[in-house]
């Protein structure tokens, strides 16, 4: 079956812009997650959705980052007035619940903030 | 110091060498273990899951967790040019939060 996808590939904005990132995980996984891969500080976990649970949001580095997730599907990261430590790459994972925590990553979205 | 402590490289080994990489880590509550492979402007892949302590093989990939020492390998026997990549190490707890903590990620040169 397909995998974990993303959109866009590649994200140029300027900063104080908003931008959107987009995620569909794998069908009938039902934990999904949201990471940050940048150079200076490897992959970050930002925020994390599990069914109809508060999402765990203790990796959000502000307020100005916020993800949904509709349906218990796809899930949307949002990122308000863009900064330049914004840019790295954006990824996202997929899991199904249960007894062990294996987690499948999407290609991940390319953000560049000019 | 980080939860997660992991060789940055890079690692340059010829064709058919076995490479053992390493991380070691210090949050006792740790049970679930990943390897993932990752090669340029790529998502990273699943390699190898472990589940708290001992072996596993999967063809060519061996994955060993060693909790008293708090202590974790991925030996590649046989390495071909294809694995060179970035190779991290992943873990995470039981229960609570299981968002996964990364290492630093070792870059693999295999040379031909």
């Known amino acids: 079956g397909a995998g974990v996808s993303q959109s866009p590939s590649n994200k140029v904005t300027e900063k104080g812009k908003d931008v959107e990132l987009r995620c569909d995980p794998i069908s009938g996984h039902t934990a999904l997650y949201w990471y940050r891969q940048s150079l200076g500080q490897g992959l970050e976990f930002l925020i994390y959705?599990?069914?109809?649970?508060?999402?765990?949001k203790s990796g959000l580095p502000s307020d100005r980052f916020s993800a949904e997730r509709t349906g218990g599907s796809v899930s949307t990261l949002t990122i308000q007035r863009t900064q330049q430590e914004d840019s790295a790459v954006y990824l996202c994972?997929?899991?199904?619940?249960?007894?062990?925590?294996?987690?499948?990553f999407g290609p991940g979205t390319r953000l560049t903030v000019l | 110091q980080k939860e997660v402590e992991q060789d940055p490289g890079p690692l340059s080994v010829p064709e058919g060498a076995i490479v053992s990489l390493n991380c070691t880590y210090s949050?006792?509550?740790?049970?679930?273990f990943m390897w993932y492979r990752q090669y340029s402007r790529k998502g990273p892949e699943l390699l190898m899951y472990t589940y708290s302590s001992g072996n596993k093989e999967d063809g060519r990939f061996t994955a060993q967790v060693d909790k008293s020492s708090k202590y974790i390998s991925l030996f590649i026997r046989d390495s071909q040019p294809s694995d060179s990549a970035t190779y991290l190490c992943?873990?995470?707890?039981?229960?609570?939060?299981?968002?996964?903590?990364f290492g630093s990620g070792t870059r693999l040169q295999v040379q031909p």
């Open positions: 949050n006792s509550a740790f049970q679930y």
């Open positions: 992943a873990m995470s707890a039981i229960t609570g939060r299981r968002a996964l903590t």
């Open positions: 994972a997929s899991s199904s619940w249960g007894t062990n925590n294996e987690q499948f």
């Open positions: 959705f599990q069914g109809n649970s508060a999402p765990d």
